[in-house]
T-cell receptor, first 116, second 116 residues
């Protein structure tokens, strides 16, 4: 069965610091999809990125960047020059190629606190 | 445009009561998902609809949980004879096409259910 591990339960940084959130996954499929979602205190999950297993290019979107390494089964997320508004719980998620729901799992989340 | 909306946002129920949680997906979205999120954990899949068809209900924890989407738009998650362990946030998500969990899902704000 597939699994997502986010080893960092909580991280605190001071504003303007860079921070990396780790995500390690397990799957037997060769085709799969990885996601990152942000959950601010309001509770709504906000989509950040979707990546399929055949696209190993790293991606940058403003202050956000993602590093996908199939060799280590990791999909890490870096926030550059963090801001207080980045404070939230961040979830990594994995979907296998089958579109059934039991094949979609979230990690336990990492709570990021950015202090002014 | 309007995102996914859910009502009520908060619900307090006495143990043994029935509750009904509503989800209005993004207009035109084919797929609809329900998740249960316990405090401090990642969301867990409950059920998946493609239009009005419930294609996957493998995540529903017991036969007290029932979901429907009769006209392929609004969905209702019903919990009968609520128990204290049902206390959680119930999240609804929708996606544009029929690719199931492989596709990006857009989440609503959730309904926080507290069973006393």
């Amino acid at each position: 069965a597939q699994k997502v591990t986010q080893a960092q339960t909580e991280i605190s940084v001071v504003e303007k610091e860079d921070v990396t959130l780790d995500c390690v996954y397990e799957t037997r499929d060769t085709t799969y999809y990885l996601f990152w979602y942000k959950q601010p205190p309001s509770g709504e999950l906000v989509f950040l990125i979707r990546r399929n297993s055949f696209d190993e290019q790293n991606e940058i979107s403003g202050r956000y960047s993602w590093n996908f390494q199939k060799s280590t089964s990791s999909f890490n997320f870096t926030i550059t020059a963090s801001q207080v508004v980045d404070s939230a719980v961040y979830f990594c998620a994995l979907s296998e190629a089958d579109n059934y729901g039991q094949n979609f799992v979230f990690g336990p989340g990492t709570r990021l606190s950015v202090l002014p | 445009g309007a995102g996914v909306s859910q009502s009520p946002r908060y619900k307090v129920a006495k143990r043994g009561q029935d509750v009904a949680l509503r989800c209005d997906p993004i207009s035109g979205h084919v797929s609809l998902f329900w998740y249960q999120q316990a405090l401090g954990q990642g969301p867990e899949f409950l059920t998946y609809f493609q239009n009005e068809a419930q294609l996957d209900k493998s995540g529903l924890p017991s036969d007290r949980f029932f979901a429907e989407r009769p006209e392929g738009s609004v969905s209702t998650l019903k919990i009968q004879r609520t128990q204290q362990e049902d206390s959680a946030v119930y999240l609804c998500a929708s996606s544009l096409e029929e690719l199931g969990v492989r596709e990006t899902q857009y989440f609503g704000p959730g309904t926080r259910l507290l069973v006393l």
